[in-house]
């Protein structure tokens, strides 16, 4: 939804019309208020270090064509910024829960002090992790490894547009598109990828995915 809800919200530049932005929000269904908090929240001091503004291109890019430009633009962005701070994360967390409080009730999440409290420390405790994957880089060439990715599912995939990654990407995580030859999915940024979550979040590089990484990609592969 973070996304989506960027789409609209993120450049209401004052040449855009009501109209046109709201043809953005309308299409979400977010209140007035809720579009009012993510504007002031995506404008911020505390959103900085997360480069909104680098998904700027989401507003221009037709739903068929290719987001891997976007992202790529994004994310560089992003990580060539110092860190989120906790402070800066547990602002944009409370702006949004008290701000979009009666849409966030919607998918079961109250904004009480205490929901708040929950979120902020999941975001906080997953924040670096994300980060740190996010910005890995190809050693050969040094471009960052969601693009170089990205740019590799296109390949055999087709194009990654709004359209359909909302249904593709799930499936590439989770290893469901048993066409992505093994250059894709056994490469070194997974490997490196891996690691980081041994490093940040052991339990989510848990025996299971070990074993399915090594059955896919041989048994030396995160050892090499």
């Not at 992003?78 to 849409?103: E, K, P, R, W």
Request: with cysteine; charged share 10%; proline share 3%.
């Amino acid at each position: 939804m973070a996304l989506l809800s960027l789409r609209g919200t993120l450049f209401n530049h004052p040449h855009t019309t009501t109209s046109n932005s709201c043809v953005f929000f309308c299409s979400i269904s977010l209140s007035s208020q809720c579009q009012s908090t993510l504007l002031t929240v995506a404008s911020s001091s505390d959103s900085a270090c997360l480069n909104i503004g680098g998904l700027a291109g989401l507003l221009t890019t037709s739903s068929n064509s290719s987001l891997v430009p976007t992202v790529n633009s994004w994310l560089s962005g992003a990580c060539s910024q110092a860190a989120c701070t906790n402070s800066s994360l547990a602002a944009i967390v409370q702006n949004i829960t008290s701000g979009c409080g009666d849409d966030l009730a919607q998918f079961g999440i109250s904004n009480s002090s205490g929901t708040t409290d929950q979120i902020t420390q999941a975001v906080q405790e997953a924040y670096p992790t994300v980060r740190d994957i996010g910005c890995l880089k190809v050693d050969s060439n040094n471009t960052l490894c969601v693009t170089d990715l990205l740019d590799d599912v296109e390949s055999v995939e087709g194009t990654l547009s709004l359209d359909n990654i909302a249904a593709l990407l799930p499936q590439i995580l989770t290893g469901q598109v048993s066409s992505l030859p093994s250059y894709i999915t056994c490469n070194d940024c997974v490997k490196q990828a891996f690691t980081v979550l041994q490093t940040d979040q052991p339990s989510l590089a848990n025996q299971t995915v070990e074993d399915a990484l090594t059955s896919q990609c041989g048994s030396d592969f995160l050892s090499e």
